[in-house]
């Protein structure tokens, strides 16, 4: 198959209409229409069930969306890696991603273990908010990750796991409920003049909410000091408390696995050299 036919399968598929897929794509239907049905013959499966309002997909027409758009991503990364390359004059480098403020001292640990081997390149470090991880690397944007389970998409990745561990609460240290010797997620969530705060989605919105819009842990920090809101975050966290925070333990609440992720295709020896590394940590 084509990267083309790849490109206008997966149009109509989403649009569930050739007419506005042919719309989106910027060209006329009947050779979208075309393009699908060779697809269909070369396949030798029917991909779409046409109906009166529209197209649907067939079992095949689901595979092949899912398999696709994972095709089509890996060529997007492939060139968007390449052109870094090349703007980098062909020095050797690697893209990390990670959560602004999470996990620093595993961070700091991983970097540090890393410059000293004898074949280490430079590390590109790309902070981003929360769910921005698994798109970056993705898209060819990072070329390995750190991401956390239950809250990121991990499907599709290779990975090794870095750490396991509980969540925790972190209030404001004279605030009644930081006394208290453990809470639950629900009882967290419900505190009155502590919200929790609310991350940006993929496309810069806020979900609903009464919680405080926020982008990085620096500010949230700022916010609980002053007795304005609360956030969950990994046990590990501890380490960093400063004064003016408590931690209070959540006894319900999922346990957050820590993991380095890279695209199941990376050839680069400076990723796995990383990986290794934070492997050994």
Do not use: C
Not at 57 to 64: C, D, K, V
Not at 82 to 106: D, F, H, N, Y
Not at 161 to 184: K, N
Request: proline fraction near 8%; glycine fraction near 6%.
């Amino acid at each position: 198959m084509e990267t083309r036919e790849l490109r206008y399968f997966v149009a109509v598929a989403e649009e569930s209409h050739v007419g506005r897929a042919a719309e989106r794509l910027g060209m006329a239907q009947p050779p979208l229409s075309r393009a699908i049905a060779q697809l269909e013959r070369r396949l030798g499966a029917d991909l779409f069930v046409r109906t009166p309002r529209g197209v649907e997909l067939t079992s095949a027409g689901e595979t092949l969306l899912r398999e696709g758009r994972t095709a089509l991503a890996a060529v997007e990364a492939a060139e968007r890696r390449t052109r870094r390359t090349a703007a980098a004059g062909g020095r050797a480098s690697v893209v990390l991603t990670a959560k602004a403020g999470a996990q620093s001292e595993l961070m700091a640990k991983l970097l540090d273990a890393y410059a000293a081997e004898p074949d280490a390149v430079e590390v590109d470090v790309v902070l981003s908010p929360p769910g921005h991880q698994a798109v970056m690397l993705r898209d060819g944007r990072a070329d390995v990750a750190i991401l956390h389970r239950p809250f990121d998409d991990l499907s599709g990745f290779d990975m090794d796991v870095l750490a396991v561990e509980e969540q925790v609460l972190i209030l404001p240290a004279g605030h009644a409920a930081s006394a208290r010797p453990s809470m639950t997620v629900a009882e967290a969530s419900s505190i009155p003049d502590l919200p929790l705060p609310r991350w940006p989605n993929l496309d810069g919105s806020y979900p609903d909410g009464p919680g405080p819009e926020l982008r990085d842990m620096t500010q949230i920090l700022q916010l609980i000091r002053l007795g304005r809101a609360a956030i969950v975050l990994p046990e590990s966290v501890r380490a960093s408390v400063r004064e003016g925070l408590a931690v209070v333990p959540l006894t319900d609440a999922p346990q957050v696995t820590t993991v380095i992720a890279w695209p199941p295709h990376s050839t680069s020896p400076a990723v796995a050299g990383l990986v290794r590394t934070a492997s050994r940590l």
